[in-house]
Each structure stands twice: as structure tokens, then as C-alpha cells.
T-cell receptor, first 110, second 113 residues
Framework: EDQVTQSPEALRLQEGESSSLNCSYT??????LFWYRQDPGKGPEFLFT???AGEEKEKERLKATLTKKESFLHITAPKPEDSATYLC???????????FGAGTTVTVRA | GAGVSQSPSNKVTEKGKDVELRCDPI?????LYWYRQSLGQGLEFLIY????????KSGLPSDRFSAERTGGSVSTLTIQRTQQEDSAVYLC???????????FGPGTRLTVT
């Protein structure tokens, strides 16, 4: 069974204080690893897909990286509007559903 | 363009009643998924539709849950004889052909009293 573990559960940052979120995964053949952002009361918003170890993707202050066992979401010089829950999910090569972690809730204080 | 839409946004029902939740996927997306997000738990896969193929129902928690997709577009998730443990946010997602990322709707918050 696919397993996704995210850490930490919660992260409180000062504006401008860079940090990283971790997503460890176990999957029987990785098709893709996905990062989503979820704001309270809303559905998850797609951020990135990573397909192979060594791959990196960037969007504004966010950068996602992938190894064979884990992915990191780096937040550089965060702003209050980056406050959200960040979800990591994996998709196995023989499947189409996403298996999600529990998420990391990021709070950025001005 | 328009994203995935879901209705109603909120639904309060009494234990034992049936409910129907609706999902309108992004136009042209052939894949449609239902997930459930319970308080304190991650997103849980329920069911997957792809074109005219038989749906993957492996995530449905009991036979009280069913879903259909009409005309390859709109989908309805039906929960019969609702129980308090069915209270959750039900999320629908769709994906285009040849792409694996899924685009989510805003969800329907179901409360069973």
C-alpha cells in the first residue's frame, strides 16, 4: 500500500524566514509526486508534478525537489499570503488515484 | 476557463436520509475522481471514472455509497442511509487526457446530524 508522510504537521514562520517541508513516500513504482496548496474551506490547488529523482520545479517563492524516497517543498522568503496547508500526494505507475499525506499547515506572520 | 464546480457547497442532513452530491468537471477532461476529506484525516480516494470504461470503485467505504457519470461529463455521488461518520468534505477532481495532475473543485461539506 502506498504511504505518504509529511513533516512537520505545522510550521510557523516569520515573513522572510525561509524553510522546507518534507514528504516521505513509499510506493510500488512512482508515476508522479504532486504538491497541492489548500486554503481553508477550499479545494486543493495544483502546484507541481515531479516524475523522477533529481527533478526540480519552481513557482514564485516555492521550489519542489524529488529524491527516490522523499520530496521537499522549499519556501523562500515567505509572505503572509503563502499561509496555507500544503499537501503531498503520490501516484503509482499501475494506478490513477492519488494517495495523500496529512499535510503541513504553514502560517507566515508579518 | 471555468474550473471544477460542485453543488451544493454545504449539505446538512439527518441520519438515515439519502443525499446526492453533484460534480461538473472541467470541459474536455475525461477523467473524474471523488475523494473524501474528514476532519483530522487526509484525502481518501473513493471512485474514478475514465471515459466510457468501467469505474474503479475500490475506494468506496460501503455499499451505501455509489456514483455515476452521465454522458462522460457530470457525476453524482449518492450516499444512502447516511450515518454520522459520513460527515466530511467530498471533493471532486478532473484530469485531461494524457496528464496526471488532478484539478479539484471547492468541495461539498456534508454534515449528518
Amino acid at each position: 500500500e502506498d504511504q505518504v508522510t509529511q513533516s512537520p504537521e505545522a510550521l510557523r514562520l516569520q515573513e522572510g524566514e525561509s524553510s522546507s517541508l518534507n514528504c516521505s513516500y513509499t510506493v510500488s513504482g512512482l508515476r508522479g509526486l504532486f504538491w497541492y496548496r489548500q486554503d481553508p474551506g477550499k479545494g486543493p490547488e495544483f502546484l507541481f508534478t515531479l516524475y523522477s529523482a533529481g527533478e526540480e520545479k519552481e513557482k514564485e517563492r516555492l521550489k519542489a525537489t524529488l529524491t527516490k524516497k522523499e520530496s521537499f517543498l522549499h519556501i523562500t522568503a515567505p509572505k503572509p499570503e503563502d499561509s496555507a496547508t500544503y499537501l503531498c500526494a503520490v501516484q503509482a505507475v499501475n494506478d490513477y488515484k492519488l494517495s495523500f499525506g496529512a499535510g503541513t499547515t504553514v502560517t507566515v506572520r508579518a | 476557463g471555468a474550473g471544477v464546480s460542485q453543488s451544493p457547497s454545504n449539505k446538512v442532513t439527518e441520519k438515515g436520509k439519502d443525499v446526492e452530491l453533484r460534480c461538473d468537471p472541467i470541459s474536455g477532461h475525461t477523467a473524474l475522481y471523488w475523494y473524501r476529506q474528514s476532519l483530522g484525516q487526509g484525502l481518501e480516494f473513493l471512485i474514478y471514472f475514465q471515459g466510457n470504461s468501467a469505474p474503479d470503485k475500490s475506494g468506496l467505504p460501503s455499499d451505501r455509497f455509489s456514483a455515476e457519470r452521465t454522458g462522460g461529463s457530470v457525476s453524482t455521488l449518492t450516499i444512502q442511509r447516511t450515518q454520522q461518520e459520513d460527515s466530511a468534505v467530498y471533493l471532486c477532481a478532473s484530469a485531461p487526457v494524457g496528464h496526471y495532475e488532478q484539478y479539484f473543485g471547492p468541495g461539498t461539506r456534508l454534515t449528518v446530524t
